[in-house]
């Protein structure tokens, strides 16, 4: 952690403290102090320091002797603690009012308040953590499904950092070879064995590609994925929300441009948060208030992941139908696109995908939930959900744009191994090696620790 000394002294020298447990009413509730004060502190609110790692029933007084609560201390010394610091855990009664004052009585004993992620800041800077890591502590606390917890979990065991540290150490080792290679000609080792060097760079090269594909799924497990419905009026699309939500969130009825504004729902397909956007049906129209809605709709469009297509299958069979439809499409963004043919119900259609022209359509009807199954399947692969098991990990967009770059830089490198430019295929593996060690932290800056951390909660 020798990049982060200047960060790490000014960081060190004070004492923090925070609620650790959510705002509101709750049986218990947690006071976390960390720094080199919280001995002193803990003489002061508790009259004595508690035994290390010991749970003790006492009551907690401000600095006048008035009992502000009564609950548990735990004490946890330095380095044995989530920190690496002293660390003192006032676990009391959760209500907002009794929390609020063991803090300012805290505060008042020479604490300041943490910022948010501070607590894990510190982890990481006391090498308590890597950054992977403690981002999953924040990863871990959101997971909005099973699988993403416990993708999360798996990063903050420290599966996704054991990987990356595989690659670099490959990296090394490669990078020993080359380079001694380049300071010691005189040693005669044959640096232009390709066939030698290259048996050692691909395994890498592969390795990589897996992490990369992790990541991607990881990531979708954490952040979601987005797509728009799109369509003319009374095609269905709220219909096809309701049906993929299970839940009645938009108003349905038979009267076209009922949808005026911008309709979000989040549901879970194999635990991915899918965003789904419902919007006002594309028309000319001379409401204002529509109007607006369908300004809102391109907007979200040109956001989006991709767009659903939605048409009226009972409409497509003649020729104004199908040409409101063309026109539709002639003016969406360049969005990827999935196209959808509703109301197979009223027609002699059959769930499933069909050909029509140069794309694929998938035929359905929201009423009755045919051919559901298979648009939540075609979902899941646009977002590159492979598997469900339990070997996943979490990551996050940070992560994989390192990944990307080290692809690159190997990439680069594979073309200068073939040009026998030694000097600069040495470079690109120390670039690759590089922006790796931006995942762990090994290579970071404060900049970066300070948009990490400002993401945790405070009390992390």
């Known amino acids: ?4 000394q200047a960060h790490r002294g ?22 976390r102090v960390s720094g080199p004060h919280s001995a002193a502190i803990a003489e002061s609110i508790l009259g004595t320091v508690p035994q290390a790692r010991v749970a003790r029933l006492t009551s907690f007084k401000d600095a006048n002797g008035e009992v502000l609560d009564e609950g548990l201390a735990l004490w946890f010394p330095a380095p044995h603690s989530f920190t690496g610091e002293d660390v003192l855990e006032l676990q009391g009664h959760g209500g907002p009012i009794v929390l609020d004052r063991l803090l300012a009585a805290v505060l008042l004993q020479g604490a300041r308040l943490a910022r948010p992620g501070e607590f894990s800041e510190r982890a990481y800077l006391e090498g308590k953590l890597d950054l992977v890591q403690a981002e999953a502590i924040a990863d871990l606390i959101e997971s909005g499904s099973e699988q993403a917890a416990r993708a999360a979990l798996h990063s903050l065991q420290g599966e996704f950092s054991s990987r990356i540290h595989t690659l670099v150490e490959q990296l090394t080792r490669l990078r020993i070879q080359v380079e001694a290679t380049l300071d010691f000609p005189e040693e005669e080792i044959d640096f232009f064995d390709e066939a030698a060097l290259s048996e050692r760079f691909t395994p890498i ?21 987005t797509v728009v419905l799109a369509g003319p009026p009374n095609v269905g699309k709220s219909s096809v929300l309701n049906a993929l939500a299970q839940t009645e969130r938009a108003i349905v009825t038979p009267i076209a441009g009922t949808t ?14 899918l965003h789904v956007i419902d919007t006002a049906g594309l028309r000319q129209s001379a409401d204002p208030v529509e109007q607006e809605g369908i300004r809102r709709a391109r907007v979200e469009m040109e956001r989006a992941e991709r767009i ?18 063309e026109s539709i499409l002639q003016a969406l963004p360049q969005v990827p696109r999935s196209y959808l043919r509703n109301k197979i119900d009223l027609t002699d259609g059959q769930a499933g995908w069909i050909e029509e022209g140069t794309k694929q359509e998938l035929q359905l009807s929201a009423q009755t939930g045919a051919g559901l ?4 399947a075609h ?8 598997s469900t098991d339990a070997s996943g990990f979490s990551a996050r967009r940070r992560h994989i744009d390192a990944l990307l770059r080290a692809r690159c830089a190997l990439e680069d490198a594979r073309a200068r191994l073939q040009e026998r430019a030694g000097e600069l295929f040495a470079q690109d593996l120390r670039s690759a090696q590089d922006a790796l060690g931006e995942i762990t932290g090994v290579v970071t800056s404060d900049d970066l620790l300070g948009r990490i951390f400002s993401e945790f909660c405070i009390g992390k």
């Open 308 to 325: 659903l297509v939605i048409a009226d299958a009972t409409n497509l069979a003649n020729a104004a139908g199908a040409a409101e439809v």
């Open 260 to 273: 005026r504004d911008v309709l979000r729902e989040t549901i879970l397909i194999d635990g991915m948060p």
């Open 373 to 376: 199954d298979l648009l939540r």
């Open 1 to 4: 952690m020798g990049d982060h």
């Open 10 to 31: 000014l960081s060190m020298r004070d004492t923090i403290a925070a609620i650790a447990t959510a705002r509101g009413v709750g049986g218990v509730g947690i006071v």
């Open 379 to 386: 979902l899941r692969d646009l977002a590159g959900l492979q």
């Open 205 to 225: 090269v592969q390795a990589l590609e897996q992490v990369i594909a992790q990541a991607r799924e990881g990531a979708r497990l954490r952040d979601g994925f």
